[in-house]
């Protein structure tokens, strides 16, 4: 026993000993030994050399390379680590500076390139195509110009770049007349653009080139962490979940990486993908339009099942702390690979801001199959949609975040059968929710704005055994089913009385179980409460306040003091009604709502919204 246990000792010994740091350095050169002294000149040089326990110290630069690791960790004690070096500001790219531009009056500039130049992808000669993709009967190429990291807006003829006027559907009209135009035949590739003022061979002018930064081209690379990167301007692909999802930085079916501390940032459509891979289907909707796009997913589905489809084999990702923004579809997406994931604490903001195209797959954070996936404390505004979650939301909880400033819904839920769990959120757009779902619950929160209820029967969904993949069943959407307690509702437009109340359910095949919310301003009650506030003469006058880097939340309160509630618990939350999957957390614990949005330990007669210490008047918190 005792050599046994000595020559466990040795091999874990052994195991420490062997891990290496790797570094790299713009002064480096790939012919070194990476060490300190002798960097690396390429990350992906040091990709190729580590293996597991090893660690990447990237150092500070500009390096414009698609990282395409060959080789994952074995797990949470094994990983390769790619990190920026403390303190230092690390650039990773999908785009080269072009400085060759010359002049044609009137602010545009030309520039042509042999399409050597790109190697064996050109972004303008391949345009944005997929499943639930609208072009709006135009093409739009991957590619994209910068000027001084700002994205240019590409147009589909040359006059309008040379006679350019405002985008009435962009976010950002005043910037939208810096535009850009291409044509590419078999020698060359020749970009126009329109820059006005500027000199683009004084500024910092950079073409994308490559469709991603970080993706391994191939699935088994598990267990990598990703830290301290500012990552952007990558030609990333339409990501539909019928698709291989290839973002900025993607795991491509893989599991267990750690992607934190990073700031993302102008993507052609997504900044991260936790997604599919190809083999199981790509843009299959688009190749058959004889079936309905819907049952395209149901096969996909299976076919991610028979692929190794399950919680030992793929998802369990944790993004943390990132800021992501100025991407045209997602900040974050993922189609199954998403699964018992962790995405918490990330700043995303200004999705989908430049709106030249559209389609069903657009939000800040917009996910296919998030079981038992955890999604709390981030911030997401400016995103058109806040977040997604699309068909096998089941186990899924969205707590403690801040959502606002977002034009079409803050959470949309579609065809979901539950269990999902909404706790502890702050919802402070027009629309909070749409729900074309059942088995949801919708616990302690904030409704700035309106709750949309509708029904879906023309699609079967599947749902699960509980925290798991395997499919129990498939079913249509006949609405209810929904538990709605300790809500506050304060709706800021007083012109629309038909967002939530009553009438929302007013057709529901399943029951739903309300209790414990207050009803201020033109928020209509949903009726039938045993405990409830309802004064519609009071304006809480909710608002959320930007101070730099702080955000707080500003509002009255009036009469929840004498509210009767109760402590929302896994008990009284009941079992969701198709899959029969009780509220309760990933490991099958039982969920106890006992700490507020704060962390703020909870009464045993709890105050309802997402903050415990409110006092009568007007409350200013800070939630960022």
């Known amino acids: 026993m005792k050599k046994v246990q000595i020559l466990i000792l040795l091999l874990v010994a052994g195991s420490v000993a062997y891990a290496r740091e790797y570094h790299v350095s ?80 009137d602010g545009v500039w030309k520039v042509t390139l042999p399409n050597s130049f790109f190697g064996d992808y050109n972004p303008y000669a391949d345009s944005i195509y997929g499943d639930w993709f609208s072009g709006r009967g135009r093409v739009h190429h991957t590619g994209e110009v910068f000027l001084n990291n700002r994205s240019l807006y590409e147009k589909e003829t040359l006059d309008k770049v040379r006679k350019p006027e405002i985008y009435s559907r962009s976010k950002d009209p005043e910037n939208s007349v810096y535009t850009w135009y291409c044509e590419s035949d078999a020698q060359n590739t020749t970009i126009w653009a329109n820059f006005h003022k500027y000199n683009p061979n004084k500024e910092l002018v950079e073409i994308s080139v490559r469709r991603t930064c970080f993706y391994p081209e191939k699935p088994g690379v598990n267990y990598l962490s990703i830290q301290g990167f500012h990552i952007s301007e990558a030609a990333s692909q339409w990501a539909a979940p019928t698709a291989e999802q290839i973002g900025m ?14 700031v993302i940032s102008n993507a052609k459509c997504s900044g991260i993908t936790l997604g599919k891979e190809r083999g199981t ?54 189609s199954m690979g998403a699964a018992f994931s962790v995405v918490e604490n990330n700043y995303i903001h200004n999705i989908w801001e430049k709106r030249q195209f559209e389609g069903a797959e657009i939000a800040g954070i917009k996910f296919h199959a998030a079981i038992d996936t955890q999604v709390r404390g981030n911030r997401i505004c400016r995103s058109g949609r806040g977040m997604w979650f699309d068909w096998m939301a089941q186990g899924t909880r969205v707590s403690s975040n801040i959502v606002y400033e977002n034009d079409l819904e803050d959470l949309f839920f579609e065809v979901d059968h539950g269990p999902y769990l909404v706790d502890n959120n702050i919802l402070g757009s027009p629309v909070n929710v749409w729900s074309m779902s059942q088995g949801g619950a919708y616990v302690h929160n904030i409704f700035a704005g ?67 919310n207050a009803y201020w301003h033109s928020a209509v009650p949903f009726g039938d409460e045993e405990h409830s506030v309802a004064n519609p003469d009071f304006d809480p ?20 003091d004498s509210m009767q509630t109760q402590t929302i618990t896994t008990e009284r939350l009941g079992k969701a009604k198709m899959s029969k999957a009780d509220y309760e957390q990933p490991d099958g614990a039982p969920i106890i709502i006992d700490r507020d949005y704060s962390g703020i330990k909870r009464r045993t007669n709890p105050s309802s919204g997402p903050f415990e210490q409110l006092k009568e008047g007007e409350n200013r918190i800070k939630v960022w």
């Open 26 to 105: 713009t002064k480096g050169n790939d012919a070194g030994t990476g060490t300190e002294a002798a960097p690396f000149r390429t990350v992906n040089r040091a990709a190729q050399a580590a293996y597991p326990g090893d660690v990447i110290t990237v150092h500070a630069g500009t390096y414009r390379e698609w990282i395409n690791p060959p080789r994952g960790g074995t797990g949470d004690d094994a990983r390769i680590v790619y990190r920026a070096a403390p303190g230092e500001r690390v650039e990773i790219k999908g785009s080269e500076v072009i400085n060759t531009w010359t002049a044609e009056g």
């Open 249 to 262: 930085v993607a795991t491509h079916w893989n599991m267990g990486w750690i992607i934190e501390n990073n």
């Open 281 to 334: 289907g790509h843009n299959v909707w688009l190749d058959d339009m004889s079936i309905d796009g819907s049952l395209h997913y149901i096969e996909v589905t299976f076919r991610t099942l028979r692929n190794g489809w399950s919680k030992e084999n793929i998802g369990s990702h944790i993004v943390r702390n990132n800021e992501i923004f100025s991407c045209e579809q997602t900040g974050i997406c993922g």
């Open 450 to 516: 309106q709750m949309r209820i509708s029904r879906e029967k023309g699609r079967y969904t599947p749902y699960h055994l509980p925290h798991s993949t395997e499919v129990t069943g498939l079913s249509i959407i006949l609405n209810g089913d929904d538990r709605i307690y300790n809500n506050l509702f304060m709706p800021v437009d007083t012109a629309k009385k038909n967002g939530n109340g009553k009438t929302a359910y007013d057709r529901e095949a399943y029951p739903v179980f309300i209790d414990g």
């Open 541 to 560: 006058k909710f608002r959320v306040e930007e101070n730099g880097k702080d955000v707080y939340v500003l509002f009255s309160t009036q009469g929840l």
